[in-house]
Nanobody, 115 residues
């Protein structure tokens, strides 16, 4: 059974850092595209960063230079290093793993940026 679990969220002051992890289990996802999404209260879910199986990545303009996505295929895990956090980054962050044939989401982890 496939499971996708995010961790690493929490409360941080503006300018602080957090590292989110997305651990997948059940089989290897080394060939899958993986992504981080976020959803703030009252707003639509948006993609934050995408990383392909070969490690190429793209990110939302508002997080470029502050957030960095990476993956460790041996551990079936994706990471999101978030630096220079701002109050507007407050949201539930979700992990998504997919191909054209399957689509898995985690339950989300809350990130709150506040003084």
């Amino acid at each position: 059974q496939v499971q996708v679990v995010e961790s690493g969220g929490g409360l941080v002051q503006p300018g602080g850092s957090l590292r989110l992890s997305c651990a997948a289990s059940g089989r290897s996802f080394s060939l899958n595209t993986m992504a981080w999404y976020r959803q703030a209260p009252g707003k639509q879910r948006e993609v934050v960063a995408i990383i392909n199986s070969d490690g190429r990545s793209e990110s939302l303009d508002s997080v470029k230079g502050r957030f960095s996505v990476s993956r460790d295929n041996a551990k079936n895990t994706m990471y999101l290093q978030m630096n220079g956090l701002r109050p507007e980054d407050t949201a539930v962050y979700y992990c998504r793993i997919w191909t054209s044939m399957e689509d898995y989401w985690g339950q989300g982890t809350q990130v709150t940026v506040s003084s």
